[in-house]
């Protein structure tokens, strides 16, 4: 019974373990690693890009600006400046924990007293972060301004990393 338990307790660590990998790809749900976006007006567009769990905050930034270029680029437009920008974590945060219980009952002529000491690690990778950005559109020669990105240079850059 024991050997049941060990095995069932060690493919659920092993299980929880598997977390989808960052890969720069649509996302399928609300949740799913990925980018999405939603064109606000023409030339403006609100593009999120969720890197899965313990994904590098630098990786996760470079594949929405990649999106956003390849958005650009598909609707005849040269460049984008990044108008806002918001990061969201989800998850993590969290080492380890420990905690101890204790309690008794009484059986009448006989009385008993356990203890317990647990711990608990989140197996998750880390935690999950989202960025977001609202981004506008040009043509021609881009303004020379803070926030302001070339799309082709963008996709070669960033595309020829992925």
């Given at each position: 019974m024991a050997r049941i338990l060990l095995s069932a307790l060690a493919a659920?660590?092993?299980?929880?373990?598997?977390?989808?990998?960052t890969?720069?790809?649509p996302a399928t749900g609300p949740a799913a690693v990925g980018y999405s976006e939603f064109r606000l007006e023409p030339g403006r567009y609100r593009i999120t890009f969720r890197g899965g769990p313990g994904a590098p905050a630098q990786q996760v930034a470079d594949y929405a600006l990649l999106r956003a270029a390849e958005?650009?680029?598909?609707?005849?437009?040269?460049?984008?400046?990044?108008a806002d920008r918001f990061?969201?974590?989800?998850?993590?945060?969290s080492g380890p924990?420990?905690?101890?219980?204790?309690?008794?009952?009484?059986?009448?002529?006989?009385?008993?007293?356990?203890?317990g000491v647990g711990t608990s690690f989140d197996l998750g990778g880390g935690?999950?972060?989202s960025q977001t950005l609202e981004v506008v559109m040009?043509?021609?020669?881009?303004?020379r301004t803070?926030?302001?990105y070339d799309a082709r240079a963008i996709r070669a850059t960033l595309g020829g990393r992925i």
């Open positions: 659920l660590a092993l299980t929880a373990c598997a977390t989808a990998p890969r720069y790809q958005l650009a680029l598909a609707d005849g437009y040269d460049w984008f400046r990044v990061v969201q974590q989800e998850g993590g945060g924990r420990i905690s101890l219980g204790a309690g008794g009952a009484d059986f009448g002529r006989r009385s008993s007293v356990g203890v935690p999950a972060l040009g043509k021609g020669e881009p303004p803070a926030d302001v």
